[in-house]
């Protein structure tokens, strides 16, 4: 298979790329910034046309690019977090269209979302058929994925990747919390009755790989465990995982006036997600407890 890229160089992407050649499938990156365009890349410009016949020999496209959101969230950066994501998905969600008119190709756009698409919903088990929430980041998530729906009324196969806390050991927010965890200054954000849903970046590399290769799988998909946990569960677990006490705790009250709106809906906000399509279609997940997950990649 012949697949374009978005976001090669994050967390996801860099897995992802050395997944896909090691199957065997051809990979070619599309680059927003003109000054990383390397051999081979396809540039593109979020809001700006893109040729469909750039595109129309690739066979997928997988698009994980867009600004980065764990920043403070000032007028400012929210634009950008939104236009990044909005603007980009839609170039390339019309181009996909075009060329598949065209030429029948690409046939699929595997698109990365996030669960910040269900607000904070307490206790309630969310699936893929759930409301959407409400907040700046629900209302990213439902642009963004708005925004591929030239490419799925033109007959591309679209696929949305609802995608959960990424816990690495390499980069990513587990990264950042080892240095105080292993000190023994590790323990719960605010009151801990938050549900944290999470997935390692091994299991989220693996179900884009399958969305790409299984072609029934379309529409949203919650890339996240089975076993969801509070935030005090989490914080225990990684504690016993690096075998240090993790009894102290972040008040939300100064998590406020440190981060503003991004620490309530990315710290204190509660998402108790399901990944009942991808479990439906038969994708069975490496990692689905969390404790087994943190031995795993703490080892």
Known sequence: MKVLISGASGLIGRALAKELRSRGHELQRVVRDSAHVGAGDIDFQPGAPLEAARIAGFDAIVHLAGRPVATLWTAKAKEEILRSRVEGTATLARAAAEAFRQSGRPR?????????????????????????????????????????????MAGVRVAQMRTALVLSSEGGALARMLPAFRLGLGGRVGSGRQWWS???????????????????????????????????????????ALHRPALLAVPAMLLRAAAGQMAEEMLLSSQRVRPKHLLEAGFEFDDPELAAALKKLLA
């Open 108 to 152: 699929a756009l595997i698109c990365s979302s996030a669960i910040g698409y269900y607000g904070s919903r307490g206790d309630e088990e969310l699936v893929e058929e759930s409301e959407a929430g409400i907040g700046f980041l629900a209302e990213v998530c439902q642009q963004w994925e708005a925004a591929t729906q030239p490419a799925a």
């Open 198 to 240: 999470w997935v390692t970046l091994a299991d989220a590399v693996r179900a884009y790989v399958f969305a790409l290769e299984e072609e029934r799988v379309h529409g949203p998909l919650n890339l996240s465990a089975p076993g969801a946990v509070t935030n005090a569960e989490f914080t225990r677990a990684l504690g016993r």
